[in-house]
């Protein structure tokens, strides 16, 4: 099993910028796609980025591209999200999820692909 604490959420203005971390613990070999997903009060959960450990990949959703970094450091079992310019409407719960099976599929936007989360923290970005 994997086990995954995420931490870094606050209150910050907007412009502002933010760094979430994700610590991995348990079956940390086993951990193929790291996700990040937030989910807003009322909304879905929603993808925001992803990280292949392989091929060192980045994708991110729209609403976040040029803004956002996803990064990983492997002796450490860590993986960051880089939050800057930060807006109101990044304000959400922000979830780290990792896909600990082997997949030949690419379904990194989508929660199903993963198969472990975090417990998730809090980003309120204020106007």
């Known amino acids: 099993q994997v086990q995954l604490v995420e931490s870094g959420g606050g209150l910050v203005q907007a412009g502002g910028s933010l760094r979430l971390s994700c610590a991995i613990s348990?079956?940390?070999?086993?951990?193929?796609?790291m996700g990040w997903f937030r989910q807003a009060p009322g909304k879905e959960r929603e993808f925001v980025a992803a990280?292949?450990?392989?091929?060192?990949?980045?994708i991110f959703a729209d609403s976040v591209k040029g803004r956002f970094t996803v990064s990983g450091d492997n002796a450490k079992n860590m993986v960051y999200l880089q939050m800057n310019s930060l807006k109101p409407e990044d304000t959400a719960v922000y979830y780290c999820?990792?896909?600990?099976?082997?997949?030949?599929?690419?379904?990194?936007?989508?929660?199903?692909?993963?198969?472990?989360w975090g417990q998730g923290t809090q980003v309120t970005v204020s106007s």
């Open positions: 999820a990792a896909r600990t099976e082997f997949s030949t599929s690419a379904y990194y936007s989508r929660p199903f692909f993963y198969d472990a």
């Open positions: 348990g079956r940390t070999f086993s951990r193929y796609v």
């Open positions: 990280l292949t450990w392989s091929a060192s990949m980045t």
